[in-house]
């Protein structure tokens, strides 16, 4: 496929399964009932019977929450793959991920405290942020800088977990909540989730889209970058806080959900090149269809039981994983 055409087809296909996702579900509602409650909810006119409610208030926030959430997923893991220089990098291989769920979790813990709808993502972010600087920090004192970076990421991720895992044990009444919440997934997905979700992500797209000409030329090292007068450490520390941020808010409103920053700028890259200035909205449009397609697949698969989406992902982000250790990482260590 011509590289021209890879944006296109994914936002085609985009468009395609959020319409597919609206008429599948446990409900059974008809697709000309469907289309006839959003043309009605358009015109603010939006019936209040039963299946109209399960289309606007359940399916239509949750399919938007899944588009943001992919698309600020693989928004963070083509900034980390471009701030570290490896193509394996990624917030949930970094550790950022479960930096952030500690973060929420404690959150959790403290939700009969005064601490207002906006408290989670704020200790999420405060999580991420905190592991993303750590790992970060000690890759830099390296001479091995991708190396380091990965085994740091590696034993921050474990700490995290550790910390997780005796949270789960003191959990009580709330480790069901917990444990789904960890695994993640969508099925929670409100209005709010949505409006919070979205500044978040068009940031990271409007910020990334700015960074694409010095993240190209980041790519050739930092001495390099810096003789073609990019400010290293400038970029160094935008990337990192577009990562924490994202990735962090995302996960506060999903959950763990692993791999989808990792296979999407990776593959992309490897269709259409590594030009950032059209990796970064093909990221966007794939993360948004990956995890798209992975959410529909989870709430219908076994309805009307529900698949935590994050384990939908990991069945398929482990393999291609595992294949892409195998294959030379075109970037510099």
């Not at 763990?256 to 992309?268: K, Y």
Request: hydrophobic fraction near 60%; glycine fraction near 12%.
């Amino acid at each position: 496929m011509p590289d021209r055409l890879v944006l296109p087809v994914l936002a085609a296909l985009l468009v395609a399964v959020m319409v597919a996702a609206l008429l599948v579900g446990g409900a059974g509602i008809s697709p000309a009932e469907v289309f006839s409650t959003l043309g009605s909810a358009a015109w603010g006119q939006a019936p209040s019977d039963v299946n109209a409610k399960i289309l606007l208030d359940i399916r239509l926030p949750r399919i938007l929450l899944a588009t943001l959430v992919g698309a600020g997923m693989g928004l963070a893991g083509l900034a980390s793959q471009t701030l570290f220089r490896n193509p394996l990098a990624s917030p949930y291989i970094l550790g950022v991920s479960n930096g952030a769920a500690v973060g929420a979790v404690v959150a959790m813990f403290l939700a009969g405290k005064p601490l207002g709808y906006g408290g989670l993502p704020a200790m999420s972010v405060s999580g991420g942020f905190v592991v993303g600087a750590i790992v970060f920090t000690m890759a830099r004192r390296s001479s091995h800088f991708g190396h380091s970076l990965l085994l740091a990421g590696i034993a921050i991720s474990a700490f995290c977990s550790a910390l997780t895992a005796g949270a789960l044990y003191l959990a009580g009444e709330r480790l069901q909540t917990l444990v789904f919440w960890l695994m993640g997934g969508l099925w929670q997905a409100t209005w709010g989730d949505v409006l919070l979700l979205t500044p978040v992500t068009v940031a990271a797209l409007a910020g990334l889209t700015a960074l694409a000409p010095a993240m190209n030329v980041a790519l050739a090292g930092e001495r390099s970058a810096s003789d073609l007068g990019v400010n290293v450490r400038r970029l160094q520390t935008l990337l990192l806080v577009i990562v924490s941020v994202t990735t962090s808010v995302a996960v506060a409103v999903s959950g763990v959900i692993g791999f989808v920053g990792l296979i999407v700028p990776h593959v992309l890259r490897m269709l259409i090149g590594a030009d950032h200035r059209g990796l970064v909205p093909a990221s966007a449009a794939g993360g948004a269809l990956l995890l798209l397609v992975a959410d529909t697949l989870a709430r219908t698969l076994a309805a009307p039981a529900e698949v935590p989406v994050g384990i939908v992902t990991a069945l398929v982000g482990a393999p291609v994983f595992l294949w892409l250790l195998r294959r030379p990482t075109g970037y510099g260590a």
